[in-house]
């Protein structure tokens, strides 16, 4: 027996666990009307930087669905926004940067500023653990039963957003980058990769029990690329951070990694693997070490579309992952659109031992 309380630590620690426990990636979010209303009062930026709104923000999906997880409430671009780079979210066009392009723009990002103007972010985890560790919880869930997960951008994919200096399908300028002129685009990746450490070791020291690394874009890169870029500076992050703090859980979201995955799995020395939307299940699971944790990965447009579609979706990969530990999740972000009765009904399908 374990003295672990709480369902998603267990199964972060190698444990299998049944039914699996679950959070959503962008759980705290847009489909939610309470969220909505405080989105009235101030811009992301302001949202994420203020310790009341990003603690209530978090806990908002918690109190009203209870998932074993509250993932902070922030964005991976506050890192390089803490650096000196400008940072705005445009309504309907999502962010815009000013872009890195030249060895000039690098050299004018300053990382010494990042633990002045993170404080605010270590201040919400803070809290957060304070409040679902704390008798304070009720209301919320059990004390003491939500894991708390931190997280940031992996090194390439900020990158992306830093030298595109917005959303692109492509990320052409960053690949070509990487091609045309290595050594500048090397020197972002190591920029990116001591920074990203730094302020996810903060994070733990602040109260994230476990830390996720998002790469949303990795699937862009070819094998040679993708290890350079990908794999590499997310093992280096995650042996620094283990040797600092040798009981922590690192969740690592190669999304679109396809083929590359169980290298990925392999060679970075995560805990736990995210699946995205497309990645078979049952194969990966048949792949990869048995005491590697898998996440993932419901479709977000089944939890959109609700009813028999999705509950047949969820069955099929809570079945998936039987036997191993698994946590449940979505592939990618829940979609802004979804009614959150859906995500009720995903919530208490998942737990219905009886089928
Ligand atoms: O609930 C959570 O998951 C916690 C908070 C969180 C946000 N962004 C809040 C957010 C997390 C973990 C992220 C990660 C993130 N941010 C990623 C990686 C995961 C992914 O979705 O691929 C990426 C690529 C970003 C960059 C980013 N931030 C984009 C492209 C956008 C605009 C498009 C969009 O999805 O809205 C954002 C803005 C953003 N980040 C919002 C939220 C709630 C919307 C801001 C608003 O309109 O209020």
Same mark, same amino acid.
């Given at each position: 027996?374990?003295?672990?309380?709480?369902?998603?630590?267990?199964?972060?620690?190698?444990?299998?666990?049944?039914?699996?426990?679950?959070?959503?990636?962008?759980?705290?979010?847009?489909?939610?009307?309470?969220?909505?209303?405080?989105?009235?009062?101030?811009?992301?930026?302001?949202?994420?930087?203020?310790?009341?709104?990003?603690?209530?923000?978090?806990?908002?999906?918690?109190?009203?669905?209870?998932?074993?997880?509250?993932?902070?409430?922030?964005?991976?671009?506050?890192?390089?926004?803490?650096?000196?780079?400008?940072?705005?979210?445009?309504?309907?066009?999502?962010?815009?940067?000013?872009?890195?392009?030249?060895?000039?723009?690098?050299?004018?990002?300053?990382?010494?500023?990042?633990?002045?103007?993170?404080?605010?972010?270590?201040?919400?985890?803070?809290?957060?653990?304070?409040?679902?560790?704390?008798?304070?919880?009720?209301?919320?869930?059990?004390?003491?039963?939500?894991?708390?997960?931190?997280?940031?951008?992996?090194?390439?994919?900020?990158?992306?957003?830093?030298?595109?200096?917005?959303?692109?399908?492509?990320?052409?300028?960053?690949?070509?980058?990487?091609?045309?002129?290595?050594?500048?685009?090397?020197?972002?990746?190591?920029?990116?990769?001591?920074?990203?450490?730094?302020?996810?070791? +903060?994070?733990?020291? /602040? *109260?994230?029990?476990?830390?996720?690394? &998002?790469?949303?874009?990795? !699937?862009? =890169? #070819?094998?040679?690329?993708?290890?350079?870029?990908?794999?590499?500076?997310?093992?280096?992050?995650?042996?620094?951070?283990?040797?600092?703090?040798?009981?922590?859980?690192?969740?690592?979201?190669?999304?679109?990694?396809?083929?590359?995955?169980?290298?990925?799995?392999?060679?970075?020395?995560?805990?736990?693997?995210?699946?995205?939307?497309?990645?078979?299940?049952?194969?990966?699971?048949?792949?990869?070490?048995?005491?590697?944790?898998?996440?993932?990965?419901?479709?977000?447009?089944?939890?959109?579309?609700?009813?028999?579609?999705?509950?047949?979706?969820?069955? +099929?990969?809570?079945? /998936? *992952?039987?036997?191993?530990?698994?946590? &449940?999740?979505?592939?990618? !972000?829940? =979609? #802004?659109?979804?009614?959150?009765?859906?995500?009720?009904?995903?919530?208490?399908?998942?737990?219905?031992?009886?089928?």
């Amino acid at each position: 027996m374990t003295k672990e309380t709480k369902r998603l630590l267990r199964v972060l620690n190698g444990e299998s666990v049944w039914p699996p426990p679950v959070w959503l990636m962008r759980q705290a979010g847009r489909f939610l009307p309470e969220f909505r209303a405080l989105r009235e009062k101030a811009d992301f930026l302001t949202r994420c930087m203020t310790p009341d709104i990003a603690t209530e923000i978090t806990l908002q999906p918690i109190r009203r669905f209870g998932m074993d997880g509250a993932i902070l409430f922030s964005d991976i671009l506050v890192l390089p926004w803490a650096m000196g780079q400008s940072l705005e979210f445009i309504e309907g066009r999502g962010p815009v940067l000013g872009p890195i392009r030249s060895a000039a723009d690098l050299a004018r990002l300053d990382p010494a500023r990042i633990p002045e103007r993170t404080a605010p972010v270590l201040e919400t985890l803070g809290r957060l653990r304070a409040q679902l560790d704390g008798p304070d919880a009720i209301g919320v869930a059990a004390p003491g039963s939500v894991t708390q997960i931190g997280f940031a951008g992996s090194p390439f994919t900020v990158s992306c957003y830093m030298v595109e200096g917005h959303g692109s399908r492509e990320f052409a300028s960053v690949r070509r980058m990487s091609y045309e002129e290595p050594a500048l685009y090397d020197r972002l990746i190591a920029l990116l990769t001591e920074t990203t450490t730094e302020f996810l070791s +903060a994070q733990i020291k /602040a *109260g994230a029990e476990a830390v996720m690394l &998002f790469d949303s874009w990795a !699937g862009l =890169l #070819p094998p040679s690329e993708f290890r350079r870029h990908v794999i590499a500076p997310t093992r280096q992050i995650t042996k620094e951070l283990k040797n600092r703090h040798p009981d922590i859980r690192v969740i690592g979201f190669p999304r679109l990694a396809g083929v590359m995955a169980p290298e990925y799995a392999r060679e970075t020395g995560v805990d736990v693997m995210a699946l995205d939307t497309g990645a078979d299940f049952a194969k990966i699971a048949a792949e990869v070490p048995n005491d590697l944790v898998l996440q993932g990965n419901l479709d977000p447009l089944a939890v959109l579309a609700g009813g028999d579609a999705m509950r047949r979706e969820v069955l +099929a990969i809570r079945e /998936a *992952g039987r036997g191993r530990p698994h946590v &449940f999740n979505l592939g990618h !972000g829940v =979609l #802004p659109e979804t009614p959150p009765e859906h995500v009720g009904d995903l919530i208490r399908t998942l737990r219905e031992t009886g089928l």
